[in-house]
């Protein structure tokens, strides 16, 4: 039982808490856990259900993945729906640090569904030590401001805060939107990042990038690293984004690395079948085939 969580519809392919024995060998993996915030949006609001529309997309979707050949091999248990608080991000931010603590605590990496951007730095929290970790960050913005509208937490900042926490290394996929102040502390903290373009262009580089990683590994996935084409249904949509190949490919270069913790976010559907939600089930999906 982990404190502050709700339970609405399960994620595709996911068990409940009585499939699994007492005993460590048949303990889920992965726990999925739904984070529906959106309070420091600032353009487009609704990825509130974000979680309950990428929930109901995954059943859009078999249990064998294709080009990989491989069905699903690991457990997944899908925990439910963090009690966020709207409009309080500190207490909906010591919510989620309480659930995913509790998470790792009992050796299950958790996928996070978003909810805005900002949830990010809550999850990440709740890791004791990030000195050893590469955040691998796929979104359309750098997300590297100070500050945003007055506000140090916001969808606009996360990865400021989350460099705050030190990690290892910060490598993002998919920019094509940033200040000048993002530009230079980028720079003044060794923060890799690249465009679409460079991605389209040599493709096999930027998986060659993701499958060099040594050590565990965080994946952050604002869907709005998607051209609007593919998903427009987000907070803060950008043209000239990746194509869902383009996203599947580099997920991909993920087999076999360790992965600590995966988030998608910024979903901001409000009607099944939305191809943002579509994508975004896709995106978890991929990542379980590899494990």
């Not at 690991?74 to 608080?85: P, Q, R």
Request: charged fraction near 25%.
């Amino acid at each position: 039982m982990y404190l502050y969580t709700e339970n609405p519809l399960k994620f595709a392919f996911s068990r409940e808490e009585d499939d699994y024995s007492s005993s460590l060998t048949d303990k889920p993996l992965f726990g999925i856990l739904g984070v529906p915030f959106d309070s420091t949006t600032t353009y487009q609001p609704g990825a509130r259900y974000g979680p309950l529309f990428v929930r109901e997309a995954s059943y859009n979707f078999e249990g064998y993945n294709l080009f990989l050949d491989k069905g699903l091999q690991k457990g997944v248990w899908d925990i439910g729906n963090l009690e966020s608080v709207p409009g309080n991000f500190q207490k909906t931010c010591s919510n989620l640090e309480s659930v995913i603590t509790s998470l790792l605590e009992d050796g299950i990496t958790p996928i996070t569904i978003g909810g805005e951007h900002s949830i990010s730095y809550g999850v990440l929290k709740a890791y004791d030590d990030l000195q050893n970790v590469t955040i691998l960050h796929f979104d359309a913005h750098m997300d590297l401001r100070e500050d945003y509208m007055g506000e140090k937490f916001s969808h606009a900042t996360v990865m400021h805060r989350i460099q705050d926490l030190e990690p290892l290394h910060i490598i993002q996929m998919g920019i094509r939107s940033a200040s000048p102040e993002e530009m230079q502390f980028a720079q003044d903290k060794g923060i890799e990042y690249y465009t679409p373009r460079e991605i389209k262009e040599n493709r096999e580089k930027m998986e060659k990038i993701i499958s060099q990683i040594e050590g565990p590994i965080y994946v952050t996935v604002d869907i709005d690293v998607l051209d609007p084409a593919y998903a427009p249904s987000v907070g803060t949509p950008a043209p000239g984004g990746l194509n869902p190949s383009d996203l599947e490919r580099l997920i991909f270069s993920l087999e076999r690395k360790e992965v600590v913790g995966l988030d998608v976010v910024e979903v901001s559907a409000n009607s099944v079948g939305d191809s943002t939600s579509i994508n975004a089930a896709k995106t978890i999906l991929d990542f379980l085939f590899l494990q």
